[in-house]
């Protein structure tokens, strides 16, 4: 396959010198064969011209590089075009659980790129309402949580035709690539980050509601107690008591670009190198 790869940007950690560094070789290599490489600012590099987030959604792109940890590569997918892949490099970040290779391997990784030995990764994402204004869509989860910390609210859980109330703290729902993020945390599965569905999980829940695992389909949360609504860790909007938090599939999946297929992904990023029972 003969890469089209034309148009590039690259968005790295916020203050990383390690991930302006890897950015810094990424322009370089780019710029050698003649593709456009843009800047999102505030990093600027040789050879790269500087954009602004606001405008980055409206620059023509064929490929995003997100250089910097798990956090990086969720804010990236809120700030590009819909539409745009995305390829996640490891520097200056954890563990790195989205990211398809750490700083040690770009020269290759760029080669490869622009070589057309790659291949797209689509994930889920979701997406809510409050009161008719839509919160930017989650690639990895929507966490609703109590605000005062001496009440427990009356949680209702509309889906699939049924509602479910219990007292509890709040609930995340998760797509399968955020299976090993706040969900996993407090007990969920792992799942295999191509599935089509949700987990539900309850965060100390009074009666124990157990977590669910759905189809991907509307569900509607209400709170009796004022509560926030937090995008992917990074985003928090605040809600008023009993006003309906509608959550649903984002049209536009996530686009990854990977150079290598693996099994199940997420299991070898959290140190699981074979199954054992």
Known sequence: MVSNIRRAAIITKMDSSEASAAASKVARLL?????????????EVTGAAPVSQEKLKDTELDLV???????????AFRTIPSKV????????????????????????????ILGGKYFYDSRTRIQATINGKVLPPALNDILITRVSLTRTPLVSIK??????????????????????GHSFSIGGPVLHEGMSCLILSPIASVNRMPQLVIPVEDIVVQSTYESHIIIDGQETFRVDADKPIKIF?????????RLQKK????LAKLGFSKFEF
């Open 85 to 112: 892949p995305l390829f996640s490099i490891n520097s200056g970040g954890h563990r790195g659980i989205l990211s398809e290779i750490g700083a040690d391997s770009i020269e290759q990784a760029v080669h490869a």
């Open 31 to 43: 710029g050698e064969s003649k593709v456009k490489v843009y800047s999102v600012l505030p990093l």
């Open 159 to 180: 889906l699939m035709g049924d509602e479910i109330k219990q007292r509890m703290d709040g609930i995340v729902v998760s797509t399968p690539t955020g299976s090993t």
């Open 249 to 257: 599939r984002f049209p536009d999946d996530a686009t990854f670009l």
């Open 263 to 266: 099994g199940m992904r997420q």
């Open 65 to 75: 590089f997100a250089i910097g940890g798990d956090g990086t590569t969720l804010r």
